[in-house]
């Protein structure tokens, strides 16, 4: 078989202060973890639990919920018991929500600290039911509502305000020794995002929430969050990711995994290795691709399979797969690790991939099983 290649890390974690959200640990090396928030009204208590067991099936470990009325906050404590995964209400503008999430058994509290109105004054308050109830806070500061301050004194919402209205809002929990705190600073520039995490990682030894807010429809809000993750998380920066997208919240955690995935800081599962296509195609390489990972969607096992649509890289690329085809001529030469086991005609390419993964998938299983 082919032989396996070590990969590196993609860089040395920043060292971060752990805290647990629930069973899941974010900073001090733990896994970087994948978050979305739900879009249902949090007090239909129903609606919610089912967009969170979605969430869950499809790999969210965290998930959030909005909390703007006492209807919602109603209905945090039976959410937070039933979810299967950490539930963070996510609070702006009222103390008293903060409070009443706190009592309700959530994970953790979001806060917004530029809307939070008289924050001051109840900060003690809160650093001591999150205290008593072992909540952890997380500091969200969003450019859209940076506060008054640090926007007249910066004259927008730059990295350096950003990053200052975050470790202002964190000195004054550290006042009550309440240290248990990660730290968002959310921009919808990766440019401006980028940087204003970067200060704030050389700042301060809390776990980093990674987001690029409003970023946008599904295509754009993808390629932002994907490149400005990657900016950070190559350095070492972010423990926790949420992708922000104007779609459904699921589409939100496949985004998450795929950008975790691509960077190596979690193991790849299906991975198609397919070819752009070209003048030299021979079958219609986007079709095939489509079919193939649409027929494979949701498999466990790593795996990788290359589909190809000539023979000039394809044998290649296919040999270097767990599988893969290699076209010509109408023809799809099916290789299993790195040997051809058999020519099909193009109408069977996709139907023997598939056969084929499944296979190997179940002696995938088997071997794990037994060692
Ligand atoms: Fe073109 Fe063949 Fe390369 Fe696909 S594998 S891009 S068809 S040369």
Same mark, same amino acid.
């Given at each position: 078989g082919v ?11 920043r060292? !971060?202060?752990?805290?647990q ?8 090396g733990?896994?970087?973890s994948?978050?979305?928030m739900?879009?249902?009204?949090? !007090?239909?208590v129903?609606a919610?639990? @089912?967009q969170?067991?979605? =969430? ?8 959030r919920?909005?909390?703007?009325? @006492? ?5 945090l ?5 039933k !979810? ?10 009222? *103390?008293?929500y ?10 953790? &509290? ?9 924050f001051? /004054?109840k &900060?003690?308050e809160?650093a ?8 952890p ?6 450019a859209?509502? =940076? /506060?008054?301050?640090l926007?007249q004194k910066?004259?927008?919402?730059t990295p ?6 975050? =470790? ?6 550290e006042?009550?020794?309440?240290? /248990? ?8 520039d990766?440019?401006?995002?980028v940087e ?8 301060c030894?809390? *776990? %980093?929430? %990674?987001?690029?807010?409003e ?5 754009q809000?993808?390629i932002k ?5 990657g900016a =950070?998380l190559?350095q ?7 992708? !922000?997208l ?7 955690i ?9 960077l ?6 299906l991975?198609?290795?397919s070819?752009p296509?070209c003048?030299?195609?021979?079958? /219609? ?5 489509e079919?193939?990972?649409a ?7 790593p %795996?990788r ?6 023979? &000039?890289n ?5 040999r ?15 290789f ?8 099909v005609?193009?109408s069977?390419?996709?139907?023997? %991939? ?6 190997i998938?179940e002696q995938m299983e088997k071997?794990?099983?037994s060692?």
């Amino acid at each position: 078989g082919v032989p396996e290649v070590p990969v590196r890390p993609i860089a040395e974690r920043r060292v !971060s202060r752990r805290i647990q959200v629930g069973p899941v640990a974010v900073g001090g090396g733990a896994p970087v973890s994948v978050q979305s928030m739900t879009t249902t009204r949090t !007090s239909d208590v129903g609606a919610t639990l @089912q967009q969170i067991a979605e =969430l869950t099936a499809s790999g969210c470990e965290i998930v959030r919920v909005a909390c703007p009325t @006492q209807d919602d906050a109603d209905a945090l404590p039976v959410i937070a018991r039933k !979810s299967q995964i950490p539930v963070i209400a996510d609070i702006h503008f009222q *103390p008293k929500y903060v409070f009443a999430a706190i009592e309700a058994g959530c994970a953790a &509290v979001r806060v917004n600290p530029g809307n939070i109105k008289q924050f001051d /004054d109840k &900060v003690r308050e809160i650093a001591k039911a999150a205290r008593d109830h072992g909540t952890p806070i997380r500091i969200g500061v969003n450019a859209g509502s =940076l /506060d008054r301050r640090l926007l007249q004194k910066y004259g927008r919402a730059t990295p350096e305000a950003l990053a200052e209205s975050a =470790l202002w809002e964190a000195s004054l929990f550290e006042e009550h020794d309440f240290r /248990d705190i990660k730290i968002s600073v959310k921009h919808n520039d990766p440019v401006v995002m980028v940087e204003a995490y970067r200060q704030l990682a050389a700042q301060c030894d809390y *776990p %980093l929430h %990674l987001g690029v807010t409003e970023a946008g429809p599904a295509f754009q809000g993808t390629i932002k969050s994907a490149v400005a993750f990657g900016a =950070l998380l190559s350095q070492g920066i972010g423990d926790t990711i949420r992708v !922000s997208l104007s779609a459904p919240p699921v589409e939100e955690i496949k985004v998450g995994i795929q950008i975790l995935q691509s960077l190596g800081l979690r193991e790849r599962r299906l991975e198609i290795v397919s070819c752009p296509s070209c003048g030299r195609a021979q079958v /219609d390489v986007y079709k095939l691709a489509e079919e193939v990972t649409a027929g494979l969607e949701g498999m466990e096992v790593p %795996l990788r399979v290359a589909v190809m649509g000539c023979v &000039v890289n394809g044998p290649g690329e296919a040999r270097e797969a767990d599988l893969g085809v290699a076209s010509g001529n109408g023809k799809g030469q099916i290789f299993v690790r790195g040997e051809v086991i058999r020519t099909v005609p193009e109408s069977k390419i996709v139907e023997t %991939l598939i056969d084929e993964a499944m296979k190997i998938a179940e002696q995938m299983e088997k071997d794990g099983a037994s060692g």
